[in-house]
Nanobody, 120 residues
Framework: QVRLVQSRGGLVQPGGSLRLCCAA?????????VGWYRQGPGSQRDLVAS????????????TYADFVKGRLTISRDNAKNTVYLQMNSLRPEGTAVYYC?????????WGLGNQVTVSS
């Protein structure tokens, strides 16, 4: 069983930055994937970025949706069991609820989501 606790979202001006955190606890397999998704009003939930994590400390494989490339960075801190999503140059269309997701051994877990609003 895995538990995901997300940091708070917030209100950000266009062009601003925000970092989201996802702290995981529980039983992890030797390889799993953590992803950040977002769901805007009336929209489906879309994958924003993901990172494949192995028990080998130096292994990282990241992927990004085309619409965020160059502006968002996903990273991890093994000591804190935390995955981060650094979001820069935010745009109004980035207004959404952001969810953390962890997939391992054909099972997935979700965080509760955080509202991020990009508006002046």
């Amino acid at each position: 069983q895995v538990r995901l606790v997300q940091s708070r979202g917030g209100l950000v001006q266009p062009g601003g930055s925000l970092r989201l955190c996802c702290a995981a606890s529980g039983d992890f397999s030797s390889l799993f994937v953590v992803g950040w998704y977002r769901q805007g009003p009336g929209s489906q939930r879309d994958l924003v970025a993901s990172i494949v994590i192995r028990d080998t400390a130096d292994y990282d494989r990241t992927t990004y949706a085309d619409f965020v490339k160059g502006r968002l960075t996903i990273s991890r801190d093994n000591a804190k069991n935390t995955v981060y999503l650094q979001m820069n140059s935010l745009r109004p269309e980035g207004t959404a609820v952001y969810y953390c997701n962890l997939r391992q051994s054909s099972t997935e877990y979700w965080g509760l989501g955080n509202q991020v609003t990009v508006s002046s």
